[in-house]
């Protein structure tokens, strides 16, 4: 087993049963999460050791929070307790032809506002094996730019794999600033997750002309050449028949080959907030167990797909039950 | 924006949560609505001044009613307060091959026994565009049939565009008698939402051998011939897959050419009830905001679709979130 | 109307809320429920006297048992009242790709530890036309088997019409025990709820090469040559396209005929417990108001589909309310 | 054990949860009760035979009702199925300060509108211990006041003992009505609940000066005078501290003897709804198992005082479970 | 009936079910407010005309906010849209006890990041008899300490009473702050609720040994004496057994004399957020419609202890309401 | 802080929403619990380092247990999985004059049928302060009666203080077969949880005459006497006034001297089960603290008192929450 670092922001999201929108809303559930809060849970349910490192208001929510990573075995002990406020977002759910929609309310959180880096990084990054981010950590402020390339450089300095999420978000950061910001993280990283729209809007490569069958290849070709240092992209195919019904294929390029999972129809979708990050969390876990790629993106998207199926943001699932899923089929009663 | 009354009985519905039959219950969702209630809700939601013109009793149901319309900025100064009792029905939620089925229970309420037009007619018309009724009105008794007429002739005469739903329930009243009350109203009516079985059963249309594509438009051209003065033609074709998917197109006729919007695939249903009365609120929009046809009837049935998505009988989406809908395709997250 | 005495074990079922797992469950559904129980709520819905025979403890848990079949008008006289403790299992409902799982927790319960009949088998058995049990009760004990031959053998001493449901369940015993066991079983059935597995597995028939559309009446034929005495062979073809959908035809042996329903395509399923009582519920009203054996597979599908959309083990519907299903098609709103 | 026939009206309950008002409520609680079902349910869950006869409407909210009572073991075989609606109140659940509030929609319902009596009494009444009826029957129409007294006037025929309970409602009629039909029908009554009010308002007893003390027992003995053929009269004493918080004291007049039971301090309460059915029923066991007077009297004002601890119109427990509250004090766990 | 305008923040409270803490919750109930609002809908409620002015973020929450305060029939014309945040706070339910507890994060909503008035007070305070306000809105920033009283001045010159709920939250400012920001206002304000630690902490005057029987008229005319132009003092006296249970008292001084209300003791409290406002809505409506000072304070106060007993912020009864719970004691059942 | 190991069983409780008995519940609340794992997550709130040590099948109930106390930070490096069962029991939920009653369904329990130490002693207990274990343990099974005893040797031998809470339980064992176990056991002891009814009925210390006032004391001085190595006994005096109401002082007895601490009135209590676990983490964490007697037994209560307040068997107050609760007071609102 391995030994990983995830840091980022951690919210809490409030979200509508399905069926009602917010003015119809006496209550709304309540979870936590955040893209590195959800990857590291997922590894930590797969048996690795796992810190989780971020900064919660010292208040009862901000031990909620805390207890919820204990709840999955992450260790919090880089998690502060300080700063103003929990960043939140509010999820109307959507069911059918009607998409959902998000009100992030994130701004002057605890975590946003940091700036500088209150963690001792040398026994932060002592004896990790993976440290993983995303882009929306640098979307956060100039500073958070300044910390995460910090951040990553001094994880290579101790020895830790890179593994970054690009995940851009246009309510964040614009796509120059993101794109600026990006390839400048990107010599220092040693997994990537990205897409072709982040190819194409945020690393300058050229839109191809349709060939849906071939593109992902394409483009993650692309971005290899661009970025030699990094071993692994990974990303999700994700088709929208509606907010309650959606295909999911993983893909993944390494040493220069292009695999692709099984095709997963997923209806009903029960939540999807959180896929990517368990998708993450399953290359991560193919990397540290040295799988074989086939392999690890099968594990991967079926990580992805059993996360649609619970609610809350988080993987719910040990390494054990995302095999059995992937060998046993889908649906049978058990018993 | 324009001014509209809407005028009928708003119910209590008592429903069961999908999956439980009424033996199974301990607790049932309640809902007010009704057609024309409906239908201003709608419009209010669109920005238009609405008023809804009813009785209710005067009990805090009574004043529930009242704060439901209020929520929707519908004005309640003719809903009236008296009467005996308010009238319920009771829905147990279909799924899958499982029909709905529901037990009306209607009889006796305030607006059914009303005996006599008690609203100033001079001031409840006054400046008003569009009048909106139902033939679900004129089913509730004698002294209804009368006095419906009585109200369309007097909108007519006050300036209003009169807009009708036929609306025909079985439960209600014979084909006959519907037939007969219905051919006397048609004259004054400017907008007709009416269907295939409205045309055959009521109307005294032949049937046609069955050529599904046209029949709609060759319904409505009879219908037209029949009644020259009515304006616009609307009703939706629905094909039900099951209680919990079905397809959605809406029609509309108009200056002799017959519209179609696209298809809508709705699965899953979260609640169908309401859904035609979206669909005239749509419709009757479009008019007041002199919309060309097919975009009325494409925003119409979007209203429509939209409304499954939502429990109760009301619409809850503003004129920029059906059109929002309408270019953003189906199920996206907006984040 | 015929008299029926069903005997088996009743239980106690926890299960989480779809998209839920049991390590986010603050609550859990409780249903009562157990095959044989099943079948006799079947029956009593549908008009005839039932009796279930079972033991239970003697606490509120109990108690609620017992008026749990009081709800649905089933005769507990012979319902015991001691032993140790009623047993349990646990549902994880599965949803989409991610299947149900169960964990049971069942021995030592009141009605496994029995060690001798301890009803009075003559008035038990007296006027009643059908006797009904399953292959679940030998597999309790050593105690039940013998015990379950001992009451088929009064059963038919005493006049009654044998009805076996073979429900072999791995989790409880070998493929070797039930065979034998079940094979001294079947010469003194009526009835008999076999499918193809049970054909190859338990009762030695050789596995026929694919051919699905006619495997089922094949191996209907060779298990009628083994045991002459049956009438009857019964049970459904069940496709799972996912835990949420499912395809469901019902199929029947009589005379040398084969008979299969229509098609039922289920989703979502509400759930699927007790599916298969509800459809040897429907068979044995069939055989009791000798109803010809294609109505009788149509029915007792028909019955077997309602039960997947209502919450608990038990079908909920009259034997008008499924005929009304048979005739009226799917998912149409009733009113 | 007895055999029991009560007779009257059974209606749905829609409350709202504590806290709630109707305006803010989106889901009502529904329970069936009705005085002389709720006393029926209690004498069956003390192990007597028990018939309750009425009418409810042919629809699956009738059938509810019989499930209902069939639940509780009592016999549905005088229930008839018919008529057009089935009564149905509503109550804004009281708490603290604020009082509860009933809405009456009970108008028209099948029950109500009877015109004859639809029952064949040699077999209703036959081997009948006591036949109890209550107040609210005669007080729905002209119709019922005949029926009632020759529903008693045929009970006593066929050698029942007759049970009258009061129950005076002045939303469903004037205190002289019911008084000159209440004084019309008590010279066939042996055992009647009746309180001061009672005596005051319908049976013409002057009101005496204030002694709270002796109160009960002197208007028990002027009743007594006027109506030498009672047995029993009983009723509870009932002091509001709140709608949360009650002191209760049951009261028993025999024998020209007067007896009351201990103080109940009731804090919360859950539902009061159905106490007084609830103490009567306690008082007819007492009669039936011929136990002492201040015996019946403690065990009706227990049942009558657990009955405020659990949700619903009917009381759910044993006798045995009366008889252990009796004893074994106040709010200990028992374990 | 009066024309009443009251300005101030409104914000989304996210609470738990009584019994749970933070770390327990998936879902938070949702209720919207705010004291300004608050007393709004408490007014509206009794029938005045009523504006709501403040500022909300233009997303589906700010008209969540919009349609709670239409369903209480308050006119939100001057509520406008624009801005980052709702503000919110999270209730963590007290009971027992147990205190409640609160986590503010409401830095940097739409409404207190104003910075100039963007109402024309004109139209604003056309016709209209009172202005309400409270010192939370000049505690949110130096700009609008400068706004309220220019807010004050602009209402005074424009003819409407001012009325001030001086609300001192020691979260937002300190006493020092408060008290000079507050002592600016009050020669422009004519009703002003303030208690003893108002007059204390804020505005200078000498704490009186102790003497509680007259120790709130003492501050009273303390007050008074500083602030001549005021007529009237209010507050309630709340003695607080525990989280579950309060006593509360109305006080009122008015032309040098000073009234009391009864007592109510309120046990449970179900929600006492907002009780402050339901009194200052009683005190205004008195005012307005010219009551008695005793016949004020009872008024008030029982309207206080009423909004206790439900959920949500806001009072929930009509003046018809409120004077019957004054003549009819506590928690009777009324049918 | 410290560090401490506490072992015992843990077991799944099902209990009503109080209201409703069993026959009424479609659905349990679910909690984990057990009084040694209860007591250690208190002592992990304290922030002392933890281990609970016990066995739970290899199921994912399991696998809940293990995650329930990850949430509280506790150790479960040694936590079994294995064996056959978990352990539940079903609580019928008191309320005010009906107590809460409880069946037990824990026998055949992986912990239970144990039959020998599968831990690592010298691991388990090395550098451990505090090693921590009930009566309820040796009363699972002979086996376990040796174990114990033998658990408590070892531990005492690698340096931990012994706690032991003698939390008889009649139900699971004689008071004769308990006495001799626990007098076996209490020589090793060195803090134990007793009070009057386990002097008497396990110790056989003679009965007092009642003098209410001493009576603890008295007895903490007899069972000193017989076990001078007991350095601290401790137990609540509880009063109860109802199912909903309970009184409750803490007593201590360390030196020759008695402690008590101030009167909590609970009203409502939200959930008892635990309490007494809390108050011994309370105790614990004072002894590991080295706080004063006076100040340990009001820090115990307190949080004893506290935990009363909410839902599930554990404290989930931090040392923090416990001291302020001491200092602010009852039920004040906090903001």
Redesign the interface.
């Known amino acids: 087993m391995g030994k990983v670092v995830t840091l980022g922001e951690i919210m809490l999201r ?1 979200s509508t049963q ?14 936590y999460g955040g893209g590195e809060a959800n990857v590291g849970i997922s590894l930590a349910n797969y048996g690795h050791e796992v810190v989780f490192a971020s900064k919660v208001p010292d ?3 901000g ?2 929070v805390r ?2 990573l ?4 992450v260790d919090t002990r880089y998690l502060l307790a300080g700063g ?3 960043g ?1 977002y ?1 999820l ?1 759910t ?12 994130r ?2 959180s605890s975590f946003a506002e940091m700036e500088g880096l209150e963690w001792d990084l040398a026994t932060l990054f002592n004896d990790v094996d993976i440290f993983h981010i995303s882009g929306i950590t640098p979307a956060l402020s100039k500073s958070w730019q300044t910390m995460t390339l910090e951040l990553i450089k001094q994880a290579r300095k101790f020895g830790c794999k890179v593994s970054f999420d690009i995940n851009y ?1 246009s ?1 964040l950061w614009s796509q120059k600033e993101a794109g600026q910001t990006i390839r400048q993280l990107l010599p220092y990283v040693d997994y990537c997750s990205a897409g072709k729209l982040d190819a194409v809007n945020l690393l300058g490569i050229a839109n191809e002309p349709d060939d849906e069958e071939h593109e992902v290849a394409f483009y993650y070709e692309k971005m290899q050449k661009l970025f030699p240092n990094i071993q692994l992209f990974y990303s999700t195919k994700r088709t ?7 295909q999911l294929i993983g893909t993944l390029w390494h040493n220069q080959q292009y695999y692709e999972s099984a095709i ?9 907030v959180g896929a990517g990050d368990a998708f993450a969390g399953g290359i991560l876990h193919g990397m540290l167990e040295k799988m074989q790629p086939q392999a690890i993106v099968d594990f991967a998207t079926a990580a992805a ?2 996360k ?5 943001d988080c993987n ?1 699932f ?1 390494k054990e039950e995302v095999a059995d ?1 992937l060998t ?1 089929g ?6």
Not at 308 to 312: A, E, F, S
Not at 330 to 335: P, T
């Open positions: 409030f399905a069926g009602n929108r917010f003015v119809q809303s006496d209550s709304l559930q309540a979870h208040t009862t929510l031990e909620a207890q919820h204990w709840k999955y075995h103003k406020r929990l939140t509010y109307e959507g069911i059918g032809e009607r998409s959902a929609s998000v009100i992030y309310d701004a002057g978000r309510k929208v028949h509606s907010a309650s019904a959606n997963h129809e997923i209806d009903p979708i029960v939540d999807r797909a059993l649609h199926t619970v609610y809350g719910q040990s899923f046993c889908s649906g049978k009663i058990m018993r």
